[in-house]
């Protein structure tokens, strides 16, 4: 079948709206769900992941299919779409018969999936996040960092702007530090609430993750987590006393980073903390040579 004739197929399927009617998709707040219905923004979402048409698209938790569809229209040859909820799983159906074959439907938790699996590189994962398990799956992509060429992901403006923020910023704090780190990170637009069924509380906002190529080699990402957790888990305290957690020497371990140990975690820029996290997993007689 052409893409002309799957484009018209997709054209001919009922509105979001109704497939949202028919299977009775009320948005589930355990499942962190908020349907994006808007096809101009759906549409804006997919450009900005473009291009589309190598390797394997992703998206995550596709819900009633508006992000879905308009990731087909905007050319992905090989999309797998990753959804927990039965419900939609079966409302998406008709979806998959119109995609010809473009777009593969697993039934998982995304928090489970081995992400090499699904398909071949470029892997370009592209989604409206739950908000309950957001900030887990990007840790988790993160750490796998290698596997994907871009993230482009949906988020409460609060959290984007966590994991876009610099030094100094109100926002900085450990999400910042782990993507900085690994990744370029940027808010790309955001989104008002009345975009949504139903309605979240607060605005959303899109952010693009790139992987660094090569990747950082200072540090580990594993030592940066606990680093990053106990400094900003106190972030009001100097870091000499909320590094205690990780060492009882926590102003060796300062002294030998070059990191003053007045300081607070929100000063320190995303290299003091990968040396930090390199000193922290050596052995002291390594520390104090």
């Not at 508006?66 to 087909?72: C, P, S, V």
């Not at 370009?124 to 799956?137: E, G, Q």
């Not at 609430?193 to 540090?219: L, M």
Request: proline share 8%; glycine share 6%; net charge neutral.
């Amino acid at each position: 079948m052409s893409d002309t004739d799957v484009a018209a197929r997709l054209a001919a399927l009922p509105p979001l709206r109704a497939v949202i009617a028919e299977a009775g998709l009320s948005a589930r707040k355990g499942l962190g769900q908020n349907f994006l219905l808007d096809l101009n923004l759906t549409g804006k979402i997919a450009r900005a992941a473009a291009p589309l048409d190598q390797g394997t698209v992703i998206e995550i938790g596709p819900g009633p299919g508006g992000l879905t569809r308009a990731l087909l229209a905007e050319g992905a040859a090989h999309l797998v779409a990753i959804e927990k909820d039965r419900r939609c799983v079966d409302a998406l159906q008709p979806l998959i018969a119109a995609a010809d074959g473009r777009l593969t439907l697993v039934e998982a938790d995304a928090l489970a999936v081995d992400f090499e699996a699904l398909g071949p590189p470029p892997r370009r994962i592209v989604a409206n996040l739950p908000y309950n398990v957001a900030t887990p799956l990007l840790i988790g992509w993160l750490k796998r960092a290698e596997l994907f060429e871009t993230l482009v992901l949906m988020f409460q403006k609060e959290v984007a702007e966590r994991i876009t923020a610099d030094p100094g910023d109100a926002a900085y704090g450990r999400l910042g530090v782990l993507t900085g780190w690994r990744a370029e990170a940027r808010l790309l637009f955001t989104l008002p609430p009345r975009a949504f069924t139903p309605p979240p509380k607060v605005e959303s906002a899109v952010v693009e993750v790139r992987p660094r190529v090569p990747a950082p080699e200072d540090c580990r990402i594993e030592d940066l987590e606990r680093v990053t957790a106990a400094a900003f888990g106190q972030r009001r305290k100097m870091l000499r006393r909320s590094l205690k957690s990780l060492t009882p020497d926590a102003e060796a371990l300062l002294a030998h980073a070059g990191v003053a140990p007045t300081k607070r975690a929100e000063e320190l820029s995303i290299a003091e903390f990968a040396t930090l996290a390199r000193l922290s997993n050596s052995a002291p007689e390594e520390r104090t040579t």
